[in-house]
């Protein structure tokens, strides 16, 4: 009797403390959109950043312990069997982590070796001093979420044995396995067309169409990663179809813009920095962009940017770019042992050159990069032209602000001009600019969210130079 009532006391109390959790969150969070030039923020409740802060971030982390659970046994073999007093720390600390968000505790200080922690340190001190809100709801939503991965870094970072522990690797290695079947389709055809031989010339009409299509299948890669787990073989047999549906959801599409920039400049080696997004098929279509440009473009050498620690679950590390490599090199299909060991040579001879920067990786817009990272951005300004993929970058080039959808994308990206620059995106942020007056209004009737769900996209050019 006594057990059952200290039960129900405890029911009651942590029904009672959640109620304090809500009415302390909601004390923070107005309830409205983002203002125009705004921020966007989680405490603007009608904004993809509340529920993302809210409930996708706090699960993210919860994968992690179910992971950390699920696989320590594979663990305790790679790591031995001292590990287990670190798996069962890194499970509390991340358990306490999620508390924190949802309760909106301040921002806190890094104590790890990492290389980054005196840059992270910093730019916490800055915002404390600038800012009234120094938390998670309160704070911009880049910054946010920026430090809540960086947060996860410092737990494995603070322990002796699991340091080197990229929590997000197997999942990573699911979605790679997933892939590669997927990527027949697009193997068979750019060998059997030899798009891909530079001995084959190839008319420029063709070569346009080609670049096009290679250069979307790196952009709708997200779409194809959606459609692996419910049917991969109906993927394989339409991947080069879909991308050609899918031009219908394509905002803008300054694609031609870029193929015309490398046909007009003259046939000197040139250098190209494309800084991806995520690991599995997305990057598998990012090389095989990357061997386009290699082979028809007279690019001499690609700087591969990766982040150089775990990032937003699916985000590509130096390791992952070796691990895919060597994924298609070993694959039993012809085609994939053809274009693996290219690629292969492109990585060892240094033509494919995987820098992983830790600018990429810090709660920074780009915008601010010139200052806070001159020499990251010089050698930018040496590139012929930069690809930036993905959300989380094009949310950086962006400045994270709640832009007039009609705001010419030279000015959104504010003092970030180090080189021409094509911005490969699929709309998963409520925030976007460049589009036709008009534009906007008419996709959100077909589609209420058309910005966050994946479904629509754009190819963005910007250049600082006179071409």
Same mark, same amino acid.
């Given at each position: 009797?006594?057990?059952?009532?200290?039960?129900?006391?405890?029911?009651?109390?942590?029904?009672?403390?959640?109620?304090?959790?809500?009415?302390?969150?909601?004390?923070?969070?107005?309830?409205?959109?983002?203002?125009?030039?705004?921020?966007?923020?989680?405490?603007?409740?009608?904004?993809?950043?509340?529920?993302?802060?809210?409930?996708?971030?706090?699960?993210?982390?919860?994968?992690?312990?179910?992971?950390?659970?699920?696989?320590?046994?594979?663990?305790?073999?790679?790591?031995?069997?001292?590990?287990?007093?670190?798996?069962?720390?890194?499970?509390?600390?991340?358990?306490?982590?999620?508390?924190?968000?949802?309760?909106?505790?301040?921002?806190?200080?890094?104590?790890?070796?990492?290389?980054?922690?005196?840059?992270?340190?910093?730019?916490?001190?800055?915002?404390?001093?600038?800012?009234?809100?120094?938390?998670?709801?309160?704070?911009?939503?880049?910054?946010?979420?920026?430090?809540?991965?960086?947060?996860?870094?410092?737990?494995?970072?603070?322990?002796?044995?699991?340091?080197?522990?990229?929590?997000?690797?197997?999942?990573?290695?699911? =979605?790679?396995?997933? +892939?590669?079947?997927?990527? $027949? &389709? @697009?193997? /068979?055809?750019?060998?059997?067309?030899? #798009?891909? !031989?530079?001995?084959?010339?190839?008319?420029?009409?063709?070569?346009?169409?080609?670049?096009?299509?290679?250069?979307?299948?790196?952009?709708?890669?997200?779409?194809?990663?959606?459609?692996?787990?419910?049917?991969?073989?109906?993927?394989?047999?339409?991947?080069?179809?879909?991308?050609?549906?899918?031009?219908?959801?394509? =905002?803008?599409?300054? +694609?031609?813009?870029?193929? $015309? &920039? @490398?046909? /007009?400049?003259?046939?000197?080696?040139? #250098?190209? !920095?494309?800084?991806?997004?995520?690991?599995?098929?997305?990057?598998?279509?990012?090389?095989?962009?990357?061997?386009?440009?290699?082979?028809?473009?007279?690019?001499?050498?690609?700087?591969?940017?990766?982040?150089?620690?775990?990032?937003?679950?699916?985000?590509?590390?130096?390791?992952?770019?070796?691990?895919?490599?060597?994924?298609?090199?070993?694959?039993?299909?012809?085609?994939?042992?053809?274009?693996?060991?290219?690629?292969?040579?492109?990585?060892?001879?240094?033509?494919?050159?995987?820098?992983?920067?830790?600018?990429?990786?810090?709660?920074?817009?780009?915008?601010?990069?010139?200052?806070?990272?001159?020499?990251?951005?010089?050698?930018?300004?040496?590139?012929?032209?930069?690809?930036?993929?993905?959300?989380?970058?094009?949310?950086?080039?962006?400045?994270?602000?709640?832009?007039?959808?009609?705001?010419?994308?030279?000015?959104?990206?504010?003092?970030?001009?180090?080189?021409?620059?094509?911005?490969?995106?699929?709309?998963?942020?409520?925030?976007?600019?460049?589009?036709?007056?008009?534009?906007?209004?008419?996709?959100?009737?077909?589609?209420?969210?058309?910005?966050?769900?994946?479904?629509?996209?754009?190819?963005?050019?910007?250049?600082?130079?006179?071409?």
């Amino acid at each position: 009797m006594i057990r059952h009532l200290s039960k129900i006391n405890n029911v009651i109390k942590n029904k009672t403390h959640s109620k304090a959790v809500v009415e302390s969150l909601m004390n923070k969070i107005r309830d409205c959109e983002p203002p125009l030039y705004a921020k966007l923020s989680p405490k603007f409740k009608r904004s993809f950043a509340y529920p993302s802060m809210k409930d996708r971030v706090p699960v993210i982390l919860t994968q992690i312990v179910d992971y950390l659970s699920r696989d320590k046994a594979t663990i305790i073999s790679c790591y031995g069997e001292e590990v287990q007093d670190e798996i069962k720390a890194a499970i509390g600390e991340i358990s306490l982590l999620k508390n924190h968000i949802l309760t909106s505790k301040d921002f806190q200080y890094f104590t790890s070796q990492d290389s980054d922690t005196e840059l992270w340190n910093e730019h916490l001190k800055e915002r404390e001093r600038l800012y009234h809100s120094f938390n998670y709801f309160e704070s911009d939503w880049l910054f946010s979420e920026c430090y809540v991965y960086r947060r996860v870094r410092e737990i494995f970072a603070t322990k002796e044995m699991l340091r080197t522990l990229d929590p997000f690797s197997a999942k990573k290695t699911e =979605l790679l396995r997933n +892939s590669l079947t997927a990527m $027949s &389709s @697009l193997f /068979s055809y750019l060998i059997e067309n030899n #798009i891909l !031989d530079s001995d084959t010339t190839i008319p420029i009409a063709q070569l346009q169409k080609e670049f096009v299509l290679i250069m979307k299948s790196a952009l709708w890669a997200n779409q194809f990663d959606l459609s692996l787990n419910t049917n991969s073989q109906d993927v394989e047999e339409n991947m080069l179809s879909k991308i050609k549906e899918w031009d219908d959801k394509l =905002l803008v599409d300054d +694609s031609i813009k870029l193929f $015309s &920039s @490398l046909c /007009s400049t003259d046939n000197t080696e040139k #250098i190209v !920095d494309y800084v991806v997004d995520n690991a599995g098929l997305e990057l598998i279509c990012d090389l095989c962009f990357a061997d386009l440009l290699i082979t028809r473009f007279h690019v001499k050498k690609i700087n591969i940017r990766v982040k150089p620690i775990p990032w937003f679950v699916s985000d590509t590390i130096p390791r992952d770019v070796q691990q895919t490599v060597s994924s298609v090199l070993c694959n039993t299909n012809e085609w994939f042992r053809v274009i693996g060991k290219r690629w292969q040579k492109y990585l060892d001879t240094g033509i494919w050159n995987v820098v992983a920067d830790q600018y990429w990786c810090l709660g920074r817009t780009y915008s601010e990069m010139p200052t806070v990272d001159p020499q990251l951005y010089e050698e930018l300004q040496e590139a012929a032209f930069i690809v930036m993929k993905g959300d989380l970058n094009y949310r950086k080039l962006l400045q994270d602000i709640n832009w007039e959808t009609t705001t010419p994308f030279s000015k959104a990206l504010g003092d970030f001009h180090p080189a021409p620059l094509i911005a490969l995106r699929t709309c998963k942020a409520d925030l976007i600019c460049g589009l036709k007056p008009g534009q906007a209004e008419k996709v959100a009737k077909e589609s209420p969210n058309w910005l966050i769900n994946g479904e629509y996209a754009v190819i963005q050019y910007d250049s600082p130079r006179s071409e």
